[in-house]
């Protein structure tokens, strides 16, 4: 018996199919057999069975399968922890992020980095960028990921790393609304039509700002939801203003079911992506680490 093995089991019970499994192990279908009849017989008992509905446990695979996976996991863990011993990057990271961040760039950075140190403890909360400031100035976050204009700086306890990061806004309205004619849509043009209010405190600052010279616009629907709100857009029932970069890949777009249109002020502007840290923390290098991945 030999780990070579056990990880066949567990690809095999994965993919419940040893063709796909010798596939994405990169051996033959036939070695990958033999290694498993071999182990079979070794332990005197039958670990998978055939059928039309693939390759699955038996009774005694159900009962041994698991113990097979808890000693490919600790072995995992062993090595993780001996990785970490040679390694600087140590402790644990607390995250806060605005949620357009949490949506399109948290996920892959994270699995990344977890398999490059799966010893790293990483906890991520979604939070408003005010919140997040007051996280970090108060310690009580390793980072936090927000959005912020060109021009803007912090205050001394507060360092700043560019996430190489940005995105403007659009107008975001059903297909063939009339407003897809126009070139740029100003704020005025839209207080006819239902809105959509991304209910975050970024927008409510700006809406308030437009609405304090010009009267309310016709909020329908509030949602923190970016999902549900592009899709309350795609079904007709109103229009919304939403970053780009929350747009990207996305498949109501992709579909032609909405249509993205540059919208005038308040929002004519770029934010350009950061993560916050305190000016004085333990764990610099972890930190600074999980930013490089944040970047890639």
């Known amino acids: 018996m030999n780990f070579e093995q056990l990880a066949y089991v567990k690809k095999i019970y994965e993919t419940e199919s040893i063709v796909h499994a010798s596939e994405a192990m990169h051996i033959s279908q036939s070695a990958m057999s033999q290694s498993i009849a071999n182990l079979e017989a070794e ?6 069975d055939r059928s039309r ?12 399968i698991p113990l097979i996976i808890d000693i490919l996991e600790a072995k995992t863990h062993l090595i993780s922890e ?20 949490f949506n ?13 140190y799966p010893h790293i403890e990483v906890e991520v909360i979604e939070s408003d960028r005010d919140k997040i400031m007051k996280m970090v100035e108060d310690n009580e976050v390793d980072i936090g990921l927000i959005g912020k204009t060109e021009s803007e700086t912090f205050g001394q306890t507060i360092v700043s790393n560019s996430l190489n990061i940005s995105t403007n806004f659009r ?9 897809s004619l126009q070139d740029t849509v100003e704020m005025e043009a839209i ?28 909020i329908v629907f509030r949602t923190n939801n970016p999902s549900v709100l592009i899709k309350t857009v795609s079904e007709g029932l109103g229009v919304s203003i939403v970053s780009s970069l929350m747009l990207e890949d996305d498949p109501f777009i992709l579909n032609g079911l909405i249509e993205m249109l540059p919208i005038g002020a308040p929002f004519d502007y770029y934010i350009y992506f950061t ?6 923390r333990t764990n610099e290098q972890t930190i600074r680490t999980f930013i490089d991945y944040l970047r890639k």
């Open 43 to 48: 332990l005197g008992y039958k670990l998978f």
């Open 191 to 218: 207080q006819q039509y239902p809105f959509v209010l991304y209910d975050r405190n970024f927008y409510h600052h700006n809406f308030k700002q437009f609405e304090d010279e010009n009267g309310p616009l016709k």
């Open 104 to 116: 399109k760039i948290i996920p892959k950075a994270l699995s990344t980095f977890k398999k490059d």
């Open 275 to 280: 993560a916050i840290t305190h000016s004085d």
């Open 171 to 179: 107008l975001i309205v059903p297909k063939k609304s009339k407003l």
């Open 53 to 64: 509905k693939g390759t699955l446990p038996t009774e005694v695979g159900k009962k041994i």
């Open 82 to 101: 001996v990785d970490a011993m040679h390694s600087n990057i140590a402790g644990s990271l607390k995250i806060a992020t605005i949620p357009t961040l």
